[in-house]
């Protein structure tokens, strides 16, 4: 079992920046891929960033891509989404996920989801 909690959400303006954080635990993620998926109110569930856990190719959302960046911090098993130039739209919970597989943009291929953190824009 993967446990995953989210953090680091909240209320900013637009243009603005926050860092979201993903504490991992209960299984070496070496060889697991993570991803960031965010939900809006009334909208299905969105991939945004991707990336293997031992490192290599990330992947993103053409919405997000040079505004968002994917990493991971092996000493604190932690993965982070930095997201900057915020805009309205980036409103959603945003939820980390991983699998032991690939990185992919398909939601259903993760295995285990964090609760979620709230990121809200203002314009």
């Known amino acids: 079992q993967v446990q995953l909690v989210e953090s680091g959400g909240g209320l900013v303006q637009a243009g603005g920046s926050l860092r979201l954080s993903c504490a991992c635990s209960?299984?070496?993620?070496?060889?697991?891929?993570m991803g960031w998926f965010r939900q809006a109110p009334g909208k299905e569930r969105e991939f945004v960033a991707a990336?293997?856990?031992?490192?290599?190719?990330?992947v993103y959302a053409d919405s997000v891509k040079g505004r968002f960046t994917i990493s991971r911090d092996n000493a604190k098993n932690t993965m982070y989404l930095q997201l900057n130039s915020l805009k309205p739209e980036d409103t959603a919970v945003y939820y980390c996920?991983?699998?032991?597989?690939?990185?992919?943009?398909?939601?259903?291929?993760?295995?285990?989801w964090g609760q979620g953190t709230q990121v809200t824009v203002s314009s």
């Open positions: 996920a991983a699998n032991r597989y690939q990185a992919t943009r398909l939601a259903g291929n993760y295995n285990y």
């Open positions: 209960g299984r070496t993620l070496s060889s697991y891929a």
């Open positions: 990336m293997p856990w031992s490192g290599g190719s990330t």
